[in-house]
């Protein structure tokens, strides 16, 4: 597609419910990643993929989170048993690695609210 | 670990006016880069200027510079003519340029163009 799409864009779930956010990703883009970005606050890193690979998953809060990337292109990322604090913007973006250094392009993001 | 401080939280400029909006960063490596991107209020985030540590030459993208002071550790945004369509959030960013891709953020600064 012409750019990063996430689905849902809103999503409200009730604590201790799971969720799985989407994240389709620009074709051809070899890498992803993940931000939380809460309100006010710069994006921080969760996790990021090279291909189907993750090569780092230093940021994910808890063993509640988790990400996948089977086949290298259309990403998601699972919380289970939602708490409060999960609530905040989650940002997907991809880029085509080390031949547009630092260019990631952003999806709009998955609003996420836990009540 | 690698931390990047925005200490502005709000300007505001006059449109046609230039503002500069400041960024420091901490690191023990030599070789990184540096970004400012730029998030318009509910729209996606884009990249504005990137900076190769090893390059002397400040970065320039039209309306936008940086002054880029490595053993400072500085990175500021300059911006020239300032015009509406610039009101939106700034995020200065660090990308090291060994192995991972992943961007750390700073918290960002809201800028308000004033007619």
């Known amino acids: 597609g012409a750019g990063v799409s996430q689905s849902p864009r809103y999503k409200v779930a009730k604590r201790g419910q799971d969720v799985a956010l989407r994240c389709d990703p620009i074709?051809?883009?070899?890498?992803l990643f993940w931000y939380q970005q809460a309100l006010g606050q710069g994006p921080e890193f969760l996790t990021y993929?090279?291909?189907?690979?993750?090569?780092?998953k230093s940021g994910l809060p808890s063993d509640r989170f988790f990400a996948e990337r089977p086949e290298g292109s259309v990403s998601t990322l699972k919380i289970q048993r939602t708490q409060q604090e999960d609530s905040a913007v989650y940002l997907c973006?991809?880029?085509?690695?080390?031949?547009?250094?630092?260019?990631?392009?952003f999806g709009p993001g998955t609003r996420l609210t836990v009540t | 670990a690698q931390t990047v401080t925005q200490s502005q939280p709000e300007m505001s400029v006059q449109e046609a006016e230039t503002v500069t909006l400041s960024c420091t960063y901490d690191?023990?490596?030599?070789?990184?880069?540096l970004f400012w991107y730029k998030q318009p209020p509910s729209r996606q985030m884009i990249l504005v200027i990137r900076q190769e540590a090893y390059k002397q030459q400040n970065a320039t993208e039209n309306r936008f510079s940086v002054n880029f002071q490595k053993a400072a550790k500085s990175f500021s945004l300059k911006i020239s003519d300032s015009q509406l369509g610039d009101a939106a959030m700034y995020f200065c960013?660090?990308?090291?340029?060994?192995?991972?891709?992943?961007?750390?953020f700073g918290t960002g600064t809201r800028l308000t163009i004033i007619p």
């Open positions: 993929f090279q291909n189907e690979a993750q090569l780092d």
């Open positions: 074709s051809g883009h070899v890498s």
């Open positions: 960013a660090y990308r090291s340029d060994f192995g991972n891709e992943k961007l750390t």
């Open positions: 973006a991809s880029s085509l690695a080390d031949r547009d250094i630092g260019r990631l392009i």
């Open positions: 690191t023990s490596e030599s070789d990184y880069y």
